[in-house]
């Protein structure tokens, strides 16, 4: 009988659960390496620094893959539901990783430091400009 409804792959609950697992974990270990061995962050000092790796992480690692994943979890929920929640994820992933690319310009700033020396800072700016890119052709 045709329910309408989309087959769930046996395995993408696990596949699911294991992305969760990992994210978390680099999420965790990014805030103790920063907690534990950088002093922590704060928007003040030389800790304003640490706010860009653990901004990047959670905005553009985490928050992003989990916008991208929500269509094939919820696949037999309402459009609406997930396009809403697909929405909501983004815009956390995206307001977070600005604050850590604002932190890392306004420490450079602050300290006399040059901007975009490094091959790290250049692909960082093209994984911007390739994220908006691909929002507008959405
Ligand atoms: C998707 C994630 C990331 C993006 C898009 C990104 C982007 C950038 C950009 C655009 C700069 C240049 C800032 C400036 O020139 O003033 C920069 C600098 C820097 N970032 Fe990231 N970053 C990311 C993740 C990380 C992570 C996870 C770490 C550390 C574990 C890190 C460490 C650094 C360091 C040390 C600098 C200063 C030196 C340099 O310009 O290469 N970044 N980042």
Redesign the pocket.
């Known amino acids: 009988m045709e329910t309408g409804a989309a087959p769930i792959p046996a395995a993408l609950p696990y596949f699911v659960a294991f992305s969760q697992l990992l994210g978390l974990t680099v999420v965790a270990v990014?805030g103790a390496w920063l907690g534990l061995y950088r002093g922590g962050v704060a928007w003040e000092s030389a800790l304003q620094?640490n706010v860009?790796?653990l901004c990047?992480?959670i905005g553009?690692?985490f928050l992003q893959g989990d916008a991208l994943l929500v269509y094939r979890v919820f696949r037999n929920e309402a459009k609406r539901t997930t396009k809403v929640l697909h929405g909501l994820l983004h815009v956390f992933a995206l307001v977070i990783?600005l604050v850590?690319?604002v932190a890392?310009?306004d420490?450079?700033k602050k300290k006399g430091?040059?901007?975009?020396?490094?091959?790290?800072?250049?692909?960082?700016?093209l994984?911007?400009v390739l994220y908006f890119v691909q929002g507008r052709l959405q």
Do not use: N, Q
């Open positions: 990014t620094f860009h790796p990047m992480v553009l690692v990783a850590g690319l890392v310009f420490y450079h430091y040059a901007d975009l020396y490094s091959l790290h800072s250049w692909c960082g700016i994984v911007f």
